[in-house]
């Protein structure tokens, strides 16, 4: 029997995880990269936005920014229109790191994808879209 698709997405996605915290130990953080690149390219995007493009409730959201910030990554700034609201910005220590955050995920989505050729990694990315589409329906 075949292991079921999302378990073995599940599985990829935490050795994923596992090689870009190894490559990433030098920092003084040890999660939440992903979230810390849609805050850099959100431009004062908000939690509930942040919450949203993650697929997660606004407590884990909470957790997460509490995390960067309590690491010097990410700063809420209160909305100027809606005292309720707060945008979230990376910090100068964030900026300094983003590049070795990028380059370190870029360097293990490599070593994922070795041995396929670039026709094999876009068929896959559009096979993941498929199935995410077909999921949000």
């Not at 599940?10 to 920092?27: C, N």
């Not at 990554?73 to 983003?98: C, F, G, M, P, W």
Request: glycine letters at 6%.
């Amino acid at each position: 029997m075949k292991e079921p698709i999302g378990r073995k997405m599940d599985k990829i996605g935490k050795m994923y995880q596992g090689k870009l915290q190894e490559a990433l130990s030098h920092l003084d953080i040890d999660r939440s990269f992903y979230p810390l690149l849609l805050i850099e390219a959100g431009n004062g995007i908000t939690q509930q936005e942040l919450a949203d493009k993650l697929l997660c409730d606004k407590v884990q959201v909470v957790r997460i920014i509490n995390y960067l910030s309590s690491n010097g990554y990410v700063e809420r700034i209160q909305n100027q229109s809606d005292k309720r609201k707060y945008e979230l910005a990376v910090t100068e220590k964030a900026q300094l790191h983003l590049p070795h955050i990028k380059n370190a995920i870029e360097s293990t989505s490599i070593m994922a994808f070795k041995g396929l050729s670039g026709s094999q990694t876009d068929e896959l990315y559009t096979m993941l879209v498929t199935i995410e589409n077909n999921l949000l329906k």
